[in-house]
């Protein structure tokens, strides 16, 4: 049997390579096209955890398309290790007068255990006494995050590149960290309990703090790990006084001896902004929905978002502070109504906008044909899920002449049509614009298929999640049967062949190759590249995580 093109995890990689997912080079600093990432989630009685695995395709050498290809992939399940260990601290505080603590004290707060860019995880709460465990799937490249209750107090720290392939005590002492402190006002004045968060940016990121407050006079403390910068955020929420509070975020550089940092909000009077939605007879509907996000603010720094729902009048109330708002009202899933986008000045005081009256539904339909456009695909399920809304979805299946229509609110939507298992097309998604033709063409896929396994024999029922290592867009999932196996045809983006090419996913913008229907990557977040660099993976003929 030949086995898939293997990935293994490199620690002893020159510093010129860059990291991809899980770890993966491909020695000019990218990632190869056709890569996956691939999670398996083994049924809850199995005794194993969700794990992920790094797939690369072979690209056979006669193959004039050079496109990705794949036979059988092994995803062989690591076992379950216990990480425990007893925490204490140094509790410190800026302003005490009993000068630097003596002795380390039980530690409260919580313990956060991940490997970046995969669906390994584990939090849990330390005791009185500082004691946590946790379990997690046997492997390296983990990262832990003590995250303190007290930020006053105890810096938030943070572990990087742990190994754990059997039980492992991780007993530690947390430094005392260097003191940050200042005062957050509003013209002036001190803000009561402004809620705020601090994060390191430099020498290396580290998660955020727990929220902590300011005292009633608008003073704060916290401790940081070390010397370097941080973002001290005030975030969106309503003052001690009941004032409504912008998120804003500020640098500051810490020293050994710690850093200060004041902010001033600015002006933060009242501003109320009140509304009716109706439907297209002017009947009032219950629930929809209203966001109100900050396009301006009249004399405060930051931004506001406030979302509300209508009562059973139809009617909003929001509360904001005065400047220029977009105001998005989306009606509930069951309404026949679409959804609608104003900009609303919201001054001081109060401000009614009227009667908002939303549109009714439109139809979205076409035909779906199979690859290449070679007669209509029946039995296929068509899925329009909303664009920049909250996603509501609606689903229907194409008949015997590959046709379908659906009743939906007039918005943009992304068609995600999935065809019977038993077909050689792949999933295939298309947007669709407002007013747009509905009809597809399915992309005609490659098959993937594999075991999963463990040492203890076939993994029945794991669910597996297959991602495009480049977009991390979903290409298809699939339940393993009773003996461990898994088909699934996916549709990856194609490996553009233009002759000035020098390889990778065709993103929408290069003219020189021709790009033969996979999916668009123009508009997508770059691929996670984290700092996994565990040890070589021994298994020979297994992917690599």
């Known amino acids: 049997m030949k086995i898939l093109a293997l990935l293994f995890l490199l620690p002893a990689c020159s510093d010129d390579m860059t990291l991809g997912p899980e770890g993966f080079t491909d020695g000019s600093g990218g990632i190869q096209p056709g ?31 050079g496109q990705p290809g794949y036979s059988d992939v092994l995803l062989e399940l690591a076992d379950t290790v216990t990480v425990s260990g007893t925490l204490s601290a140094l509790i410190s505080h800026p302003w005490s007068a009993a000068g630097a603590p003596t002795s380390a004290e039980p530690f409260a707060g919580s313990v956060q255990a991940s490997r970046p860019g995969t669906v390994q995880s584990a939090a849990v709460e330390a005791d009185e006494t500082g004691f946590f465990s946790f379990q997690v799937a046997a492997d390296s490249g983990y990262e832990l995050v003590f995250l303190p209750a007290d930020v006053a107090s105890v810096p938030v720290t943070a572990l ?14 947390l430094a005392e960290g260097a003191p940050i402190f200042g005062r957050i006002t509003a013209g002036g004045e001190g803000i009561a309990k402004a809620p705020l968060v601090l994060t390191r940016l430099e020498p290396s990121p580290v998660a955020a703090s727990q929220v902590f407050y300011s005292d009633s006079s608008g ?8 010397p370097g910068t941080y973002a001290l955020a005030v975030q969106q929420g ?28 600015g002006t933060l009077s009242a501003s109320v902004v009140t509304g009716t939605v109706t439907d297209t007879d002017g009947e009032p509907i219950v629930g929809a929905h209203v966001l109100l996000t900050s396009m301006s603010l009249d004399g405060a720094e930051g931004t506001l978002q406030a979302e509300t729902t209508t009562d059973d009048n139809g009617s909003f109330v929001a509360r904001l502070i005065p400047g220029q708002f977009s105001v998005a009202i989306l009606p509930p899933y069951e309404a026949p109504s679409s959804p609608t986008v104003m900009s609303v000045t919201a001054p001081l005081g109060s401000t009614d906008i009227g009667i908002v009256r939303l549109g009714g539904l439109t139809t979205v339909s076409g035909v779906v044909t199979l690859p290449g456009g070679d007669g209509v695909a029946a039995g296929v399920s068509v899925t329009a899920t909303q664009v920049g809304w909250s996603e509501y979805a609606w689903s229907t299946t194409t008949g015997e002449g590959g046709s379908y229509e659906l009743h939906i609110p007039a918005t943009d939507v992304e068609l995600l049509c999935t065809p019977p298992a038993s077909s050689a097309a792949a999933t295939t998604r298309v947007d669709v614009p407002l007013g747009g033709d509905g009809s597809v063409v399915l992309a005609e896929g490659t098959p993937l298929q594999g075991v999963v396994q463990s040492v203890a024999g076939v993994s029945s029922y794991t669910l597996v999640e297959v991602h495009d290592a480049l977009t991390d867009l979903v290409l298809g999932t699939a339940l393993t ?18 002759d000035d090419d020098t390889g990778g996913t065709d993103s929408g913008g290069d003219t020189g190759g021709t790009d033969t229907g996979g999916a668009d990557t123009a508009d997508t977040a770059p691929a996670d590249t984290g700092s996994d660099t565990g040890g070589t993976d021994t298994a020979g003929d297994t992917a690599a995580r």
């Open 219 to 226: 003073w704060y403390s916290a401790r940081a790990p070390g």
């Open 238 to 265: 309503l003052s001690g006084a009941g004032e409504v509070l912008p998120a804003l975020q500020r640098k500051v550089t810490v020293g050994q001896d710690g850093g200060t940092l004041d902010i001033e909000v």
């Open 160 to 173: 990087g590149e742990q190994s754990f392939f059997q039980d492992r005590d991780l007993t530690q002492e």
């Open 35 to 65: 890569t996956l990432v691939v999670h398996a989630y083994p049924a809850s009685d199995s005794g194993y955890l969700p794990q992920s695995f790094t797939v690369v395709p072979e690209v056979a050498s006669d193959d004039s398309a």
């Open 481 to 498: 049967n009773a003996d461990g196996v898994f088909h699934m045809v996916i549709d990856m983006p194609l490996v553009d062949t233009g």
